[in-house]
T-cell receptor, first 112, second 113 residues
Protein backbone atom coordinates (compact mmCIF):
# COMPACT_ATOMS: atom_id res chain seq x y z
CA UNK A 1 0.00 0.00 0.00
CA UNK A 2 1.44 3.34 -1.11
CA UNK A 3 1.10 6.00 1.55
CA UNK A 4 1.53 8.95 -0.81
CA UNK A 5 -0.09 8.91 -4.23
CA UNK A 6 0.97 11.40 -6.87
CA UNK A 7 -0.91 12.48 -9.97
CA UNK A 8 -0.46 12.62 -12.80
CA UNK A 9 2.13 9.90 -13.18
CA UNK A 10 3.42 11.37 -16.46
CA UNK A 11 3.11 14.86 -17.91
CA UNK A 12 4.41 16.16 -21.23
CA UNK A 13 3.82 19.83 -21.94
CA UNK A 14 5.06 22.65 -24.16
CA UNK A 15 7.42 25.29 -22.88
CA UNK A 16 5.47 28.19 -21.37
CA UNK A 17 2.49 26.16 -20.17
CA UNK A 18 1.40 25.91 -16.56
CA UNK A 19 0.97 22.65 -14.66
CA UNK A 20 0.00 21.27 -11.28
CA UNK A 21 1.16 18.06 -9.62
CA UNK A 22 -0.77 16.56 -6.73
CA UNK A 23 0.33 14.50 -3.75
CA UNK A 24 -2.44 12.85 -1.74
CA UNK A 25 -2.70 10.64 1.30
CA UNK A 26 -5.25 9.45 3.83
CA UNK A 27 -2.64 9.95 6.56
CA UNK A 28 -1.56 13.10 8.34
CA UNK A 29 2.02 14.27 7.98
CA UNK A 30 3.96 16.58 10.29
CA UNK A 31 5.96 17.87 7.35
CA UNK A 32 6.03 17.34 3.64
CA UNK A 33 8.83 17.84 1.15
CA UNK A 34 9.08 18.12 -2.63
CA UNK A 35 12.15 16.85 -4.46
CA UNK A 36 13.24 16.88 -8.11
CA UNK A 37 15.38 14.12 -9.54
CA UNK A 38 17.30 14.14 -12.80
CA UNK A 39 18.58 10.99 -14.55
CA UNK A 40 21.60 9.44 -12.87
CA UNK A 41 21.33 11.64 -9.80
CA UNK A 42 19.73 11.47 -6.39
CA UNK A 43 16.67 13.61 -5.59
CA UNK A 44 17.33 17.23 -4.64
CA UNK A 45 15.19 18.97 -2.05
CA UNK A 46 13.08 21.86 -3.38
CA UNK A 47 10.98 22.82 -0.37
CA UNK A 48 9.67 21.72 3.02
CA UNK A 49 6.20 22.68 4.30
CA UNK A 50 5.22 22.12 7.91
CA UNK A 51 2.03 24.11 8.61
CA UNK A 52 -1.43 23.18 7.35
CA UNK A 53 -2.51 25.66 4.66
CA UNK A 54 1.05 26.85 4.14
CA UNK A 55 1.99 28.23 0.72
CA UNK A 56 5.61 28.63 -0.35
CA UNK A 57 6.90 30.15 -3.56
CA UNK A 58 10.22 29.41 -5.16
CA UNK A 59 10.52 31.53 -8.33
CA UNK A 60 8.02 29.93 -10.76
CA UNK A 61 7.16 27.09 -8.37
CA UNK A 62 4.34 27.34 -5.83
CA UNK A 63 3.90 24.68 -3.14
CA UNK A 64 0.85 24.27 -0.97
CA UNK A 65 0.26 22.06 2.07
CA UNK A 66 -3.36 21.07 2.64
CA UNK A 67 -5.21 22.40 5.68
CA UNK A 68 -5.50 18.89 7.11
CA UNK A 69 -1.83 18.13 6.33
CA UNK A 70 -2.79 15.11 4.23
CA UNK A 71 -2.08 16.48 0.77
CA UNK A 72 0.05 18.92 -1.16
CA UNK A 73 0.36 20.43 -4.61
CA UNK A 74 3.14 21.79 -6.74
CA UNK A 75 2.26 24.39 -9.38
CA UNK A 76 4.75 25.46 -12.03
CA UNK A 77 4.12 28.63 -14.00
CA UNK A 78 5.51 29.05 -17.52
CA UNK A 79 7.39 25.76 -17.52
CA UNK A 80 10.90 25.68 -18.96
CA UNK A 81 12.85 22.73 -20.43
CA UNK A 82 15.08 22.90 -17.35
CA UNK A 83 12.07 21.90 -15.24
CA UNK A 84 12.12 18.45 -16.84
CA UNK A 85 12.61 15.68 -14.28
CA UNK A 86 10.98 13.35 -11.81
CA UNK A 87 9.10 15.21 -9.07
CA UNK A 88 8.70 13.40 -5.77
CA UNK A 89 6.74 14.35 -2.71
CA UNK A 90 7.81 12.93 0.64
CA UNK A 91 6.30 13.06 4.08
CA UNK A 92 7.26 12.60 7.67
CA UNK A 93 4.66 11.05 9.99
CA UNK A 94 3.81 12.78 13.28
CA UNK A 95 5.50 11.81 16.53
CA UNK A 96 9.02 12.95 15.74
CA UNK A 97 9.78 9.58 14.23
CA UNK A 98 11.39 11.11 11.14
CA UNK A 99 10.86 8.11 8.86
CA UNK A 100 10.40 9.77 5.49
CA UNK A 101 8.07 8.10 2.97
CA UNK A 102 8.17 8.99 -0.70
CA UNK A 103 5.35 9.31 -3.18
CA UNK A 104 4.97 7.45 -6.44
CA UNK A 105 6.54 10.24 -8.49
CA UNK A 106 5.51 12.45 -11.44
CA UNK A 107 7.67 12.41 -14.52
CA UNK A 108 7.57 15.83 -16.22
CA UNK A 109 8.81 16.55 -19.72
CA UNK A 110 8.85 20.13 -20.97
CA UNK A 111 9.21 20.35 -24.73
CA UNK A 112 11.02 23.41 -26.13
CA UNK B 1 33.57 15.82 0.73
CA UNK B 2 30.65 18.20 0.91
CA UNK B 3 27.93 15.78 -0.14
CA UNK B 4 26.76 12.23 0.40
CA UNK B 5 29.10 9.81 -1.32
CA UNK B 6 28.10 6.34 -2.51
CA UNK B 7 30.26 3.59 -3.90
CA UNK B 8 30.44 1.89 -6.23
CA UNK B 9 28.41 3.98 -8.67
CA UNK B 10 27.73 0.87 -10.75
CA UNK B 11 27.82 -2.78 -9.81
CA UNK B 12 27.20 -5.74 -12.10
CA UNK B 13 26.99 -9.10 -10.41
CA UNK B 14 25.89 -12.63 -11.08
CA UNK B 15 22.77 -14.10 -9.55
CA UNK B 16 23.58 -15.73 -6.22
CA UNK B 17 26.56 -13.55 -5.39
CA UNK B 18 26.71 -11.21 -2.39
CA UNK B 19 27.16 -7.45 -2.84
CA UNK B 20 28.07 -4.65 -0.46
CA UNK B 21 27.14 -1.04 -1.09
CA UNK B 22 28.72 1.82 0.80
CA UNK B 23 27.46 5.23 1.89
CA UNK B 24 29.45 8.11 3.38
CA UNK B 25 26.98 10.65 4.79
CA UNK B 26 27.55 14.36 5.28
CA UNK B 27 29.62 14.92 8.41
CA UNK B 28 27.45 15.73 11.41
CA UNK B 29 24.24 14.32 9.98
CA UNK B 30 22.66 12.06 12.57
CA UNK B 31 20.08 10.36 10.35
CA UNK B 32 20.84 8.03 7.45
CA UNK B 33 18.41 6.35 5.06
CA UNK B 34 18.61 3.70 2.37
CA UNK B 35 16.03 3.61 -0.44
CA UNK B 36 15.59 1.47 -3.52
CA UNK B 37 14.40 2.92 -6.81
CA UNK B 38 13.31 0.82 -9.74
CA UNK B 39 13.49 2.38 -13.21
CA UNK B 40 11.29 5.45 -13.51
CA UNK B 41 9.57 4.83 -10.20
CA UNK B 42 9.42 6.41 -6.76
CA UNK B 43 11.62 5.57 -3.80
CA UNK B 44 11.02 2.46 -1.71
CA UNK B 45 12.11 2.84 1.92
CA UNK B 46 14.54 0.17 3.10
CA UNK B 47 16.10 1.18 6.44
CA UNK B 48 16.63 4.22 8.66
CA UNK B 49 19.36 4.95 11.23
CA UNK B 50 19.07 7.75 13.79
CA UNK B 51 22.03 8.34 16.07
CA UNK B 52 22.50 5.48 18.51
CA UNK B 53 18.86 4.36 18.38
CA UNK B 54 17.89 0.95 17.05
CA UNK B 55 17.49 1.18 13.27
CA UNK B 56 14.08 0.94 11.62
CA UNK B 57 14.45 -2.11 9.38
CA UNK B 58 10.78 -2.32 8.45
CA UNK B 59 11.40 -1.71 4.74
CA UNK B 60 13.95 -4.45 4.12
CA UNK B 61 12.26 -6.77 1.59
CA UNK B 62 13.79 -10.03 2.80
CA UNK B 63 16.36 -11.46 5.18
CA UNK B 64 18.88 -11.36 2.35
CA UNK B 65 19.11 -7.62 2.96
CA UNK B 66 20.97 -6.13 5.91
CA UNK B 67 22.59 -2.82 6.76
CA UNK B 68 24.97 -1.49 9.35
CA UNK B 69 26.13 1.92 10.39
CA UNK B 70 29.21 2.79 12.40
CA UNK B 71 28.25 5.50 14.87
CA UNK B 72 27.16 8.52 12.85
CA UNK B 73 29.39 7.80 9.87
CA UNK B 74 29.70 5.18 7.15
CA UNK B 75 26.90 2.75 6.37
CA UNK B 76 26.95 -0.44 4.32
CA UNK B 77 24.00 -2.19 2.72
CA UNK B 78 24.60 -5.88 2.07
CA UNK B 79 22.52 -8.04 -0.24
CA UNK B 80 23.19 -11.75 0.00
CA UNK B 81 22.46 -14.30 -2.72
CA UNK B 82 21.37 -11.59 -5.15
CA UNK B 83 18.36 -12.16 -7.38
CA UNK B 84 17.46 -10.48 -10.66
CA UNK B 85 14.62 -8.60 -8.97
CA UNK B 86 17.23 -6.88 -6.79
CA UNK B 87 18.36 -4.91 -9.85
CA UNK B 88 17.69 -1.24 -9.10
CA UNK B 89 19.34 1.99 -8.01
CA UNK B 90 20.11 2.02 -4.31
CA UNK B 91 20.07 5.53 -2.87
CA UNK B 92 21.49 6.70 0.42
CA UNK B 93 20.51 9.95 2.13
CA UNK B 94 21.52 11.72 5.31
CA UNK B 95 19.70 14.36 7.31
CA UNK B 96 20.89 16.88 9.90
CA UNK B 97 17.67 17.48 11.77
CA UNK B 98 14.20 16.27 12.57
CA UNK B 99 12.29 17.98 9.76
CA UNK B 100 12.92 15.30 7.15
CA UNK B 101 15.26 17.28 4.92
CA UNK B 102 17.22 14.61 3.10
CA UNK B 103 20.43 15.01 1.16
CA UNK B 104 20.98 12.22 -1.34
CA UNK B 105 23.98 10.59 -2.92
CA UNK B 106 23.98 9.75 -6.63
CA UNK B 107 23.15 6.13 -5.93
CA UNK B 108 24.55 2.73 -6.84
CA UNK B 109 23.12 1.14 -9.97
CA UNK B 110 22.96 -2.58 -9.24
CA UNK B 111 22.50 -5.01 -12.11
CA UNK B 112 22.06 -8.70 -11.35
CA UNK B 113 22.57 -10.93 -14.38
Amino acid sequence: TQLLEQSPQFLSIQEGENLTVYCNSSSVFSSLQWYRQEPGEGPVLLVTVVTGGEVKKLKRLTFQFGDARKDSSLHITAAQPGDTGLYLCAGERPGGYQKVTFGTGTKLQVIP
Amino acid sequence: GAGVSQSPSNKVTEKGKDVELRCDPISGHTALYWYRQRLGQGLEFLIYFQGNSAPDKSGLPSDRFSAERTGESVSTLTIQRTQQEDSAVYLCASSPDRIGKLFFGSGTQLSVL
